[in-house]
C-alpha cells in the first residue's frame, strides 16, 4: 500500500548522526573509528542500544556483523538495508553512518506510524567495510554473503599486527550466529555520493548503477640502506627511489588509460626515513579502480610487469601481494528503476550513476536485488574530515530510502 504522506523525522536522524560523529571525532569535524578499535565499539554499542530501542531483533554474527530485524506479517527473508560504522583514518561523518542511521529511521518512522510490513525489514551495519586496518575491504558483507571465507577473514592480521578475530573477542563482537543466517530477500544502502557529479549537476538522488572494480597491491621493495654522501649513484639500491618510480607509474598509467580508470598511493613507506640515508626498504599501496573488467585487468598487468622491470633496473627486490580484488558489480535493473521512481515520486531529481567507492551492497549484489541511493557531497569530498551532504539531502534520501524499503516490503 503507497504511503504517500510518511515522511522520516529529518531532526531525529540529525541528531543521531551527531551523536555518532561524537564517538571517534577528529580535529575538523571529521570521525576516527576505525575497525575493531575502542571507538568502533562504542560507536557499535551506541548503535546496538539504538536497534533494541526500536524493539529490533539483533544477532551478531562470527564475523561482527550485526543485523537488527523488524518482523513482517510474512516469514521469509527480511528486505535489508544497512552500511557500516568504521571510517578511514581521516574519515567523514556520514560515510557508512548514514546508511545505517538512516535504516534505522525508517523503522522509527514506521514504529511511531503503527505500519506493518508484509516482509520483515532488516537494518544491519557491517565489519570492517574501509579496509583501512585490515584488508580486504567489505570484509563482513563479503563474509556475509559468501564470497570472502569466516577463518580467512578471522586469521586476517592488520597494521598493528593484531588478528580480526582477536580484536573482535576485545571488543566483544565475535558473535555466534552464523554468518549470513538472516538472509536478505534483496538489499538498498543509501551513502553519501563521495564524488562531485550529483552536486555538479544540480541533482538531489543518484540511483547508482554499479560499483566500479577495485584492485589493491602492496609492494614492499627492499634494497640496501648506505650512506647518502658517500654512494656512487650506480652503486645504489635503493629502495625508495623504486618506490617512488612506481607511484609515478601508476599515475601515468591512468592518464595513458583515460578513461575510467584512477590510481592512487595512499600508503608509502621509507625506512630506515631518514634524511642522510640511502632507504634499504620501502612498501606502498597502489589502489586501482576502473568500471570495465578488463581494462582493470590490463592496468594490473601492466603495473605487476613494470614493477618487475625497476627491481631489475634498481637492483632491488621487489614482491607484490594483493590485499583486495573486487570485479566491477552491476546492480538490478529493477532496483535501480525503483530509486528513480521513487525519488521522481517524492518530487527529486535523480540520475544513475556508477558508484567510484567500494560498498557492502555490492557484495549483496550477486545473490539478490541489489541497489543503492546517493546523496550529494559537497565539493565531491569525502575519506576527508570535510566530507558534507546538506540535511535537506539527507533527508531527501533517507525519504527515498523508506519509500524503497516499503515497496520491497510490500
Ligand atoms: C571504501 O570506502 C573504498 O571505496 O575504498
Ligand atoms: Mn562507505
Ligand atoms: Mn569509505
New binding site residues.
Given amino acids: 500500500m503507497p504511503q504517500p504522506s510518511l515522511r522520516i523525522d529529518i531532526d531525529r536522524l540529525m541528531a543521531r548522526i551527531d551523536a555518532l560523529a561524537g564517538v571517534g571525532s577528529i580535529e575538523g569535524g571529521g570521525v576516527c573509528r576505525l575497525a575493531l578499535t575502542e571507538e568502533d565499539k562504542t560507536g557499535r554499542d551506541l548503535v546496538v542500544s539504538l536497534m533494541r530501542h526500536l524493539g529490533l531483533d539483533v544477532s551478531i554474527d562470527r564475523i561482527g556483523n550485526v543485523v537488527g530485524v523488524r518482523p513482517g506479517m510474512e516469514d521469509g527473508a527480511p528486505v535489508m538495508t544497512g552500511s557500516h560504522l568504521d571510517t578511514?583514518r581521516t574519515g567523514g561523518r556520514y560515510?557508512g553512518a548514514l546508511g545505517v542511521l538512516a535504516g534505522l529511521e525508517v523503522v522509527a518512522t514506521l514504529n511511531d506510524a503503527g505500519i506493518d510490513t508484509r516482509r520483515s525489514l532488516a537494518v544491519a551495519f557491517f565489519t570492517n567495510?574501509?579496509?583501512a586496518r585490515f584488508a580486504p575491504?567489505?570484509m563482513g558483507s563479503m563474509v556475509h554473503q559468501g564470497h570472502l571465507p569466516l577463518e580467512q577473514a578471522l586469521e586476517t592480521t592488520g597494521l598493528d599486527q593484531t588478528t580480526v578475530r582477536e580484536d573482535l573477542a576485545k571488543i566483544g563482537y565475535l558473535g555466534h550466529a552464523p554468518c549470513g543466517s538472516v538472509r536478505a530477500h534483496s538489499f538498498v544502502e543509501l551513502h553519501v555520493e563521495?564524488g562531485p557529479v550529483l552536486e555538479r549537476d544540480d541533482i538531489t538522488i543518484g540511483a547508482v548503477e554499479g560499483v566500479q572494480g577495485?584492485s589493491w597491491t602492496e609492494i614492499s621493495i627492499i634494497g640496501e640502506s648506505n650512506h647518502a654522501g658517500t654512494t656512487p649513484m650506480s652503486a645504489r639500491k635503493d629502495a625508495g627511489y623504486a618506490a617512488v618510480c612506481i607511484a609515478r607509474f601508476a599515475r601515468r598509467l591512468a592518464e595513458q588509460m583515460e578513461g575510467n580508470q584512477v590510481a592512487t598511493v595512499g600508503r608509502l613507506q621509507l625506512s630506515p626515513d631518514v634524511i642522510n640515508v640511502i632507504p634499504g626498504r620501502a612498501s606502498l599501496t597502489i589502489?586501482l579502480?576502473n568500471t570495465d573488467a578488463g581494462l582493470l585487468r590490463r592496468a594490473e598487468q601492466r603495473l605487476h610487469s613494470y614493477v618487475r622491470r625497476i627491481g631489475k633496473r634498481e637492483d632491488v627486490y621487489v614482491a607484490h601481494r594483493s590485499l583486495a580484488r573486487y570485479d566491477p558489480v552491476v546492480f538490478a535493473p529493477s532496483v535501480i528503476a525503483m530509486v528513480e521512481r521513487q525519488a521522481t515520486a517524492l518530487g527529486l531529481s535523480v540520475r544513475r550513476l556508477p558508484s567510484?567507492?567500494?560498498?557492502d551492497a555490492q557484495a549483496f549484489a550477486p545473490n539478490c536485488p541489489t541497489g543503492m541511493i546517493f546523496v550529494p557531497s559537497v565539493g565531491g569530498v569525502s575519506?576527508n574530515v570535510k566530507e558534507h551532504t546538506a540535511p535537506r539531502d539527507i533527508e531527501a534520501g533517507a525519504n527515498v530510502l523508506l519509500n524503497v524499503l516499503l515497496e520491497l516490503a510490500g
Fill in positions: 578511514v560515510d567495510e574501509e579496509g575491504d567489505m563521495q577495485i589502489d579502480r567510484g567507492a567500494g560498498h575519506h
